[in-house]
Structures are given as structure tokens and as C-alpha cells.
């Protein structure tokens, strides 16, 4: 997995969660007090700056009282779909580039 697109899992990731903390109603302090990790934890995974070990991703899992797997699936269906998309673009740009220019 190249650089951009591990940047990009720990971004998606941090939606993920932040997704299922406020559906719980927790604040990002009481998930912290419930998963047994630093006060500042969840705000630094949720803005995809840092990514949890499994040990703490099934604490955190635990905390909101979801299967941890679920914060793994949604987390890969929505990276390939923002990869996927990011790559349409990108394969796009370089057709356009590598295309023949037509001449009048």
C-alpha cells in the first residue's frame, strides 16, 4: 500500500469512527474514559492522524458497543471508493494527456 493510500485508509478510518461515535452519543472524552486510552486519542484517530493497533481498535469497538469488524468493512468500502474514484480521475488525465492531438 503506497504512502497516499495508507493517509487515506487513516482518514477514513477516523470517519468511520467518528460516524459510529455519534451515533452512540458519545463524546470523543468518554469514548476515551470507555476504551481505556488517552483523552486525546480518539480526536488524533479521527482526523486520521494516527491509526489504532487492533488491540485498541477492539477496545474502541468495544467502547461503542459494535463488532470491530464493522469499523474495518466500512472503512475498506469507502477507501476502494474513494480510491476508485481518485484512480477514474487520474487514469482520465492521462488519456487526455497521451491522446492524440487531432489537427484541422
Known amino acids: 500500500m503506497s504512502a497516499f493510500e495508507q493517509r487515506r485508509v487513516a482518514q477514513v478510518f477516523g470517519a468511520v469512527l467518528r460516524t459510529a461515535r455519534k451515533h452512540a452519543g458519545i463524546s470523543q472524552e468518554h469514548l476515551a474514559e470507555l476504551a481505556d486510552i488517552d483523552r486525546t486519542y480518539p480526536s ?32 475498506l468500502h469507502r477507501s476502494n471508493i474513494a480510491i476508485n474514484r481518485l484512480t477514474l ?11 492524440p492531438k487531432v489537427r484541422e
Open 89 to 99: 480521475e487520474l487514469l482520465k488525465l492521462q488519456t487526455m494527456k497521451h491522446s
Open 44 to 75: 488524533l484517530i479521527e482526523r486520521g492522524l494516527r491509526q489504532p493497533t487492533i488491540g485498541r481498535a477492539i477496545a474502541i469497538a468495544d467502547a461503542l458497543r459494535i463488532e470491530p469488524g464493522k469499523l474495518v468493512t466500512s472503512t
